[in-house]
């Protein structure tokens, strides 16, 4: 029998995240550049690596019950073969547990030898098929070390929760990242209005419906609708509702200049753009090369013509000021995002968070000089860590240069307190996002 084509593909995308650290969504987008695949092999070659990745821990939990030797001792390769298994046995309902040992067992032959072809055999027959009765941890007793493995949490990152939220939050938040993200999507007010895309993919077979207050958003029912003459046409940009409260948090007004700081890879500084029907001037600044390509397609294919592209260090921004408006969508732990970027919670450190915390602190002060008396600037984060959020503002900002003030009313549900909006994943059901508006006093 041959290889599978789409599983043995994965294997490659799961080694280059597992032991070079590869970005996921870059491995994966590699490994379909170089081994192309049908519509129907992306879909499950994208459901098979992020699946094993976001569940990695309890695969290793479950398969060092069935292995006479340490998971540590195994060819790279054959660990990954064997997560993955682990994975479609639990989670993949269209996959045949026979299926699923055969075609490992083939994959093993192929990526090693007869040996670890029977090793995996004789392993994967031993998985359990279903999560019920499989772990021996109690939750109420032990609510760290079950997070740690039924959603696998990073035990650092699972601590922290646990002292910030204490036991049942930990395990709701832990709950509500292990799930895979909705498909979600920003209707280009330029272009369209929600109602009409919605009726416009709903007649291309992609079904969608509005599922938060965020005026632009809908979520799809299911596919991938990047084909479309809609996607094409820039009618849409895929974007979490809590990435687009940024751009209405800033309300942008026609006539202003405004910067977009961190911009790339063009979401928020799109979405200001059309709030503000292109008749504002938007600078996106970004240094970061790998992103810009992104961020040029993006304003293209979305008719933002109002949006300049700059490649700067907003470390050391190349402006003179005299913004109305800018946004400080600052480079962060990501923890918000990790329902999308479950490699993240791999690739993270301890000390990555104060790093990171110092950085936006510097982000902030160059935006609060670039800003005009009287100005606005919204600072931006995908995480909600105490030192990256409200503590980065206090620590950035003298006392009494800027005040809180509060975005449109219809932004209450996420309101924390005055001017300061807080997205949480166990509630919302969005990404995790912080965000502060703050209004620049005259001198």
Same mark, same amino acid.
Request: charge should be positive.
């Given at each position: 029998?041959?290889?599978?084509?789409?599983?043995? $593909?994965?294997?490659?995308?799961?080694?280059?995240?597992?032991?070079?650290?590869?970005?996921?969504?870059?491995?994966?987008?590699?490994?379909?550049?170089?081994?192309?695949?049908?519509?129907?092999?992306?879909?499950?070659?994208?459901?098979?690596?992020?699946?094993?990745?976001?569940?990695?821990?309890?695969?290793?939990?479950?398969?060092?019950?069935? /292995?006479?030797?340490?998971?540590?001792? /195994?060819?790279?390769?054959?660990?990954?073969?064997?997560?993955?298994?682990?994975?479609?046995?639990?989670?993949?309902?269209?996959?045949?547990?026979?299926?699923?040992?055969?075609?490992?067992?083939?994959?093993?032959?192929?990526?090693?030898?007869?040996?670890?072809?029977?090793? *995996?055999?004789?392993?994967?027959?031993?998985?359990?098929?279903?999560?019920?009765?499989?772990?021996?941890?109690?939750?109420?007793?032990?609510?760290?070390?079950?997070?740690?493995?039924?959603?696998?949490?990073?035990?650092?990152?699972?601590?922290?929760?646990?002292?910030?939220?204490?036991?049942?939050?930990?395990?709701?938040?832990?709950?509500?990242?292990?799930?895979?993200?909705?498909?979600?999507?920003?209707?280009?007010?330029?272009?369209?209005?929600?109602?009409?895309?919605?009726? *416009?993919?709903?007649?291309?077979?992609?079904?969608?419906?509005?599922?938060?207050?965020?005026?632009?958003?809908?979520?799809?029912?299911?596919?991938?609708?990047?084909?479309?003459?809609?996607?094409?046409?820039?009618?849409?940009?895929?974007?979490?509702?809590?990435?687009?409260?940024?751009?209405?948090?800033?309300?942008?007004?026609?006539?202003?200049?405004?910067?977009?700081?961190?911009?790339?890879?063009?979401?928020?500084?799109?979405?200001? $753009?059309?709030?503000?029907?292109?008749?504002?001037?938007?600078?996106?600044?970004?240094?970061?090369?790998?992103?810009?390509?992104?961020?040029?397609?993006?304003?293209?294919?979305?008719?933002?013509?109002?949006?300049?592209?700059?490649?700067?260090?907003?470390?050391?921004?190349?402006?003179?000021?005299?913004?109305?408006?800018?946004?400080?969508?600052?480079?962060?732990?990501?923890?918000?995002?990790?329902?999308?970027?479950?490699?993240?919670?791999?690739? /993270?450190?301890?000390?990555?968070?104060?790093? /990171?915390?110092?950085?936006?602190?510097?982000?902030?002060?160059? $935006?609060?000089?670039?800003?005009?008396?009287?100005?606005?600037?919204?600072?931006?984060?995908?995480?909600?860590?105490?030192?990256? *959020?409200?503590?980065?503002?206090?620590?950035?900002?003298?006392?009494?240069?800027?005040?809180?003030?509060?975005?449109?009313?219809?932004?209450?549900?996420?309101?924390?307190?005055?001017?300061?909006?807080?997205?949480?994943?166990?509630?919302?059901?969005?990404?995790?996002?912080?965000?502060?508006?703050?209004?620049?006093?005259?001198?």
């Amino acid at each position: 029998m041959p290889i599978d084509k789409v599983r043995d $593909a994965a294997i490659d995308v799961l080694l280059r995240v597992f032991e070079r650290n590869v970005r996921l969504d870059d491995s994966l987008d590699r490994t379909l550049r170089r081994r192309p695949q049908s519509d129907r092999g992306r879909r499950f070659m994208t459901q098979l690596v992020y699946g094993t990745v976001r569940h990695k821990a309890l695969c290793d939990h479950l398969l060092a019950g069935c /292995l006479h030797q340490s998971i540590d001792d /195994l060819p790279k390769p054959i660990l990954a073969v064997l997560r993955m298994g682990v994975f479609q046995a639990l989670f993949c309902d269209q996959v045949p547990f026979p299926a699923m040992v055969h075609t490992s067992v083939d994959l093993a032959k192929k990526r090693g030898h007869a040996g670890t072809a029977r090793l *995996t055999n004789a392993v994967l027959k031993r998985v359990p098929q279903q999560l019920d009765g499989a772990l021996s941890i109690d939750p109420s007793t032990d609510p760290i070390r079950y997070a740690t493995v039924r959603y696998s949490i990073p035990e650092w990152i699972a601590e922290r929760w646990h002292a910030e939220r204490g036991a049942e939050g930990l395990l709701a938040l832990s709950a509500a990242f292990n799930e895979q993200a909705p498909r979600t999507i920003r209707a280009n007010a330029l272009r369209t209005t929600p109602a009409h895309l919605q009726r *416009t993919l709903e007649k291309a077979g992609f079904p969608s419906k509005s599922c938060t207050p965020v005026p632009d958003e809908l979520t799809l029912a299911a596919g991938m609708p990047i084909k479309t003459k809609s996607y094409l046409h820039g009618d849409f940009i895929f974007q979490d509702p809590a990435s687009m409260i940024a751009g209405h948090v800033m309300d942008p007004q026609p006539g202003e200049r405004i910067l977009d700081l961190c911009a790339a890879p063009g979401g928020k500084s799109t979405h200001i $753009a059309a709030l503000a029907d292109n008749k504002a001037t938007v600078i996106a600044a970004d240094q970061e090369p790998r992103r810009m390509n992104r961020l040029i397609e993006n304003v293209e294919r979305l008719g933002t013509t109002s949006v300049r592209i700059v490649c700067s260090d907003g470390l050391h921004p190349p402006f003179n000021g005299g913004f109305d408006r800018v946004l400080v969508d600052a480079p962060c732990s990501g923890l918000g995002t990790m329902r999308r970027h479950p490699d993240l919670k791999w690739r /993270l450190k301890p000390t990555d968070i104060p790093r /990171l915390a110092e950085n936006q602190g510097t982000l902030l002060r160059a $935006a609060a000089d670039l800003c005009e008396n009287g100005g606005l600037v919204v600072y931006s984060v995908c995480t909600f860590t105490p030192e990256e *959020t409200r503590s980065v503002v206090e620590a950035a900002l003298p006392p009494g240069q800027f005040e809180e003030e509060d975005g449109p009313a219809w932004l209450e549900p996420w309101r924390v307190s005055r001017g300061t909006y807080q997205t949480d994943p166990a509630v919302h059901s969005l990404d995790g996002f912080f965000l502060m508006r703050l209004r620049k006093r005259s001198s």
